[in-house]
């Protein structure tokens, strides 16, 4: 197992997106200090996506402009398309997203694209990236199961990241969008993955919608993944995956870890902490196991 976890903490974008209420410009910013005063060094900002259609971050260049990124916090930014990235880049993004998924079905329903427009589309951002040296990481979502095309086979998902790796991408978080993978499924494409991508650069996104979250997670620790996705009390969802239920909790992730004896340099406490005026805002309690045990 590695002896120390990079934790990318994604509550104040994916957490926050498929939320009915919207959250203030100010409260979400407070919510992104605090959770870098945890320890937290990777902080998914906002995501450049059309007011339109995620109008509960519509305010993403005010965000993104009041932060400071430096050698010791990052702040990436989700970017859908050219257009997203020229207002990221306006903003002064650093560090980007860009994603994709391993369904035809989910790519069109959630961008309308396919999976190879919007390979193409990726490969033209990141050339922009490239050139202002913006680092990039890459989203690949449905990993293991589709809710419109069942089983992914994992070959697929292996062809798709080395493409997005040999286009330029630093690293690339594999998304068990739906929640519904098992152990197994994540080894075989943890396994098939690695063929074409160096360990380190292979991040793991999991929502928790079967509970198997932790234990996904504890299978790609011992694989040798030292990123993982989380989201603080658990918040999140994405909105073009029927059933789909919130990302892991940060806090349960934190409590994993420390007790594998794994270096995070997070306070657990400090990110509960971060949760609560958010989850009062939205009107709703923690999903995370660890928060609720010492509430």
């Excluded at 989910?106 to 961008?111: E, G, P, R, V």
């Excluded at 998304?175 to 991040?203: C, F, H, M, Q, W």
Aim: hydrophobic share 40%.
């Amino acid at each position: 197992m590695p002896k120390a976890v990079n934790i990318i903490e994604v509550a104040p974008r994916d957490g926050l997106q498929n939320e009915k209420i919207i959250i203030s410009t100010e409260m979400k910013l407070e919510f992104i200090q605090q959770l870098k005063e945890s320890g937290i060094q990777t902080i998914e900002a906002t995501s450049f996506v059309s007011p339109k259609k995620i109008p509960q971050l519509q305010d993403h260049k005010d965000v993104l402009s009041a932060l400071t990124p430096n050698h010791d916090i990052r702040y990436p930014v989700l970017v859908p398309n050219m257009i997203g990235m020229e207002a990221a880049i306006d903003a002064g993004a650093q560090d980007i997203a860009v994603f994709t998924a391993a369904s035809n079905t989910f790519s069109q329903k959630n961008t309308g694209f396919t999976i190879e427009q919007s390979l193409n589309q990726i490969k033209d951002i990141i050339k922009i990236a490239k050139s202002r040296k913006i680092n990039v990481r890459a989203y690949i979502s449905c990993i293991t199961h589709c809710a419109f095309e069942g089983k992914i086979n994992p070959v697929s998902v292996a062809e798709i990241a080395q493409q997005l790796y040999l286009l330029g991408a630093d690293s690339i978080s594999l998304g068990d969008t739906n929640g519904r993978a098992t152990p197994n499924n994540i080894l075989e494409v943890l396994s098939a993955v690695s063929k074409y991508i160096p360990i380190y650069a292979i991040a793991l996104h999991c929502h928790n919608t079967y509970g198997q979250a932790i234990a996904n997670i504890y299978a790609a620790l011992e694989f040798g993944v030292s990123t993982f996705d989380s989201s603080a009390a658990g918040l999140g969802g994405c909105p073009f995956a029927p059933g789909a239920s919130g990302n892991v909790a940060t806090e349960d992730l934190i409590y994993l870890l420390e007790g594998l004896g794994i270096n995070t340099n997070i306070n657990m406490e400090q990110v509960i902490a971060a949760s609560r005026p958010i989850l009062k805002a939205l009107n709703k309690q923690s999903s995370s196991s660890v928060n609720r045990a010492l509430s």
